[in-house]
């Protein structure tokens, strides 16, 4: 449940508040299903888009990079999950470099698509 209050108040762009929120799931999910879990896996790669979203992409970055390496050992590298985590690490590494407005409304645009 907290999880997708965490979504809704993400596409609401109520960032802080999300972030909060998805922080809490990830912990429940952790603490339920354990780390390796796909549901898992999912509220790490949502809580690294809040942050990315909220503009504090180092932060996204490292959430990312640690939920690709462990989506690809336990999902594979082909899986769709692991597809869409690769992306999103994509993004953010690229918008780190960049750290330009073009590349964050590139973000929004790609956000509100999925």
Sequence with gaps: MRSRCGTYLYRLADLPRAIEVLTHALTD???LLGADHPDTLLSRNNLANAYMAAGRVAEAITVHEATLADCERVLGAD?????TVRDNYAVARTAESSRSSWWRRLF??????H
Excluded: A, F, S, V
Aim: proline share 7%.
């Design 79 to 83: 899986h769709p999950g692991t597809r």
């Design 29 to 31: 999910y952790e603490r």
């Design 108 to 113: 929004n645009i790609r956000r509100r698509e």
